[in-house]
């Protein structure tokens, strides 16, 4: 058997490991398996393709080996849970960048030119990866909120000019796939990866911090369409298997995330939330309850079946640790506790179950939104740390509302609802909650840690 | 490029987004984040036509600034496949389910 043979042989296996990581992450109790069955299977591929006779120099190799497993290792530690999306996020952009770093090499090392199909396919490789860098960028600024604001970046004429650079990225890329002989067609590359840079800063600025979690869904899947083309460009079936499970994944969870707003994709990445004129909100009557910890430790002392809603708030004030401890007291006491989390909760996906099992609470007490919602009606104590949107009723009984149609979690409906709340602002969409106004809602006004750890020291004390 | 190869390639491509889509549709919402970064980890595969690049033969031609550029890309898309796998395998231990008291 030949090399080659041996090659693709390792690389169809490594197919198969891909996979069956993905099958094993359908329950928590074989997800870990699968990760490390396709972590074997890349090191494998990596392995065999050290070994291809077209390699012939590894100076560079080795450097990037070093300084990426290096950089790697340092994120997957250092990083806090409350910290995932921004580090998804940059690993997104990552991918991207290697990408578009491929189709270069593989550009300038054939001065010769490609052919027009060879050229599209360099050209469609290198945008996708600059535009997954640059917004990748930018998702993750915002997120970290250091650099530039987590609110949308809007100005005049923003979808004019956006459709002028992809006008401008679409045309040189003709231009380019027309004519791939060096020097001349170096001229396009360098516009069209320009323009394609410029595109991606574009399409994210105007999108807000609670909108991040379609966004980086949406560029996770664009950074394994980018992994795919550059498949065709080398010509290798599992860069373009591996590409299309990764492109598969992010826009399944794009989709989940949007529908979990009630929101189109073109919605969130044209709209800019609550910029149509949707009328007048309805008027909210009523009047705001606010309570003191030591009354909520009355309510939830007399507590049975005790749901605690999460929200991004939660980590911010990095509560989850108090919010175990608040759990354990609860369950001390004879309670029945478990953990409503709204898909849109926190800022990607799942980021609120992470968090809790982070903080040692077992994810059988996690429940989805649709599975929680019949049974309010039995809860006692609906506590709501550090959400808004997810549960304001407006999006069920107010036409006008900009969150009409969302689903969300019918908090309402328990006999108490309880919410934790830095203070009285608004959610992300800027919008009242008619909740807090209903008579069966009691305001915990505070950082939710602290909150929770007065609760805590009450149990304690009584 | 031959259009032999390329509809083959287009081939693979069509399946393997048929059967990922089937797949990932099953992975429950709990384990979404994981879900994200081990697809961060997969999408580092590019690292392997990042070594191509930087593998070609010193002196000749182009080569020695395209393998420049394999060497960038493979630092890039190894960040990945480590940090990617890593943060996964540190995520998913913690998903634990206790006895009920």
Redesign the interface.
Known sequence: MDLNTLINIVYILSAIT??L???L?????S??RG??I??TG?AA??IV??M?Q????????I???A???A???W???K?P?TG?PQ??GL??G??G???L??A???F????EG??I??GL?LWLTAIIGSVTFSGSLIAWAKLEEKFISGKPITYNGQQIVTGAILLGVLATGVLFAMDTV?PDAYRYFAVFVVLALALGIALVIPIGGADMPVV??LL?SY??M???A????????????????????????TL?MCKAMNRSVANVFLGGFGAAPTGASAEVFGEIKEVKASDAYLILEAANRVVIVPGYGLAVSQAQHAVRELTEAL?KNGADVSFA?H?VAGR????M??LL??A?I???A?V?MDAINPQMDSVNVCMIIGANDVVNPAAQEDKNSPLWGMPIIQASRAQTVIVMKRGKGKGFAGVENPLFFKNNCRMLYGDAKSSLQALVAEFKGG | METTVLTFLLFILVLAIFLGVEIISKVPSLLHTPLMSGSNAISGITVLGAIVAAGLAKGVGNNDFAALLGGIAIALAMINVVGGYFVTDRMLEMFKKKEKK
């Open positions: 891909f996979i990581g993905f099958k992450m359908s329950s928590p109790e997800a870990k990760n490390l396709s972590g890349m591929a990596i393709t050290l291809d077209h390699v012939e120099r590894y100076d560079y190799i450097i990037g080996v300084v990426g497993a950089v790697g290792l994120l997957a530690y990083t849970m995932m580090m998804v690993l997104n990552f991918g960048l290697a990408s770093f491929v270069w090499g593989e300038h090392a054939h001065p490609q052919g199909s060879g396919i060096a980086i869904c996770n950074s394994g980018a992994a795919c550059s498949g065709f460009i080398i010509q290798n079936n599992l860069l373009i298997v591996a590409g299309a499970l990764v492109g598969a994944s992010g826009i399944i969870l989940i369950e989390i898909p990607m996906p799942g980021h179950n992470v099992a982070e040692n077992s994810y059988d996690m989805e």
